[in-house]
């Protein structure tokens, strides 16, 4: 058996197309979905995350507003700026680049956001709501995971997803939205003991722990589906996951390659995620206009 590639870049195509027509036709309306990135500090792998996020706006015909900042910025400043943002009525989603320099309490300046613009999916209004399954902005690379799987035509109601990592950000918010989704949720970390033990029950195996090549055939049951959201580096220096890739290849029934798979659809569920702000912030107004 030979693994299917989900192509994370196609997929991401395909959802900004559809985005770009809606924002092509709210602009028609003069509603133009605004983003803002903050930048604080000069820390690389942020600064390029930054840079992605803001030519994809402007390929999709959003208003992209870039407001950088030095390492040395103190916290009330920018919890100053984001209130400000909050009632800039052409700004519909804010995001704040983490990691943040020691200084600042990251915690405080995502409470900050207003949950209304929080699209990033990680203000605790937010984070509640999708635990209660109410509507609400979902972290973009669960989100992306989700729909991804959605594209291959897979149905993870009654699968076992286990995933590997607990963050805030991926490994605690993906489990809730297969468990929103019916499916049957079991976390690993760090403590973990026998980690092949139940990786190997998955029928949907997500790694994002950020240890590369961390799972190997021996994690994985055959005819998986493996979600590989790890970023690392190899001792070339390219781009590698937290998979043997070449080695789960082999056993499982779909697999996400790094780069070009779970990546390109972070950036895309954030730009639908500021789509959809723009279109309930301006929601009675929308209702007029289609009377």
Known sequence: MTAKII????????????????????????ITPGLAVILVGNNQASRAYVTMKEKACKELGMYSLLLEYPEDLGQDELLSKIEE???????????????????????????????????????????GRMMTGQDAFYPCTPYGIMVML?????D??????????????????????FLNKN??????????????YHT?????????????????????KPGAVVIDVGMNRDDEGKLCGDVDFDAVK????????????????????????????????????????NC
């Open 250 to 289: 082999n056993i499982a029934s779909y697999i996400t390659p790094v780069p070009k798979g779970v990546g390109p659809m972070t950036i895309t569920m954030l730009l639908f995620n500021t789509l959809k702000s723009a279109k309930k912030i301006h929601e009675k107004e929308l209702q007029a206009l």
């Open 200 to 220: 190997k029950q998955a029928d949907i195996l997500v790694a994002a722990v950020g240890i590369r090549n961390l799972i190997t055939a021996e994690h994985v």
């Open 150 to 154: 959605e594209h291959i035509g897979y």
């Open 7 to 30: 192509d994370g870049k196609e997929i991401a195509h395909k959802v900004r197309k559809n985005i770009a027509k809606e924002v092509e036709i709210l602009k028609a309306k003069k």
């Open 85 to 127: 943002l909050n009632q800039d009525k052409s700004i519909h989603g804010i995001l704040v680049q983490l990691p943040l320099p020691k200084q600042i309490n990251e915690m405080a300046v995502i409470e900050a956001i207003s949950p209304e613009k929080d699209v990033d999916g990680f203000h605790p209004i937010n984070i």
């Open 183 to 196: 499916a049957t949720v079991t976390y690993c970390h760090s403590r973990t003991t026998d980690l092949a």
């Open 156 to 177: 993870v109601a009654g699968k076992h997803a286990v995933i590997v990592g607990r963050s805030n950000i991926v490994g605690k918010p993906s489990g809730q939205l």
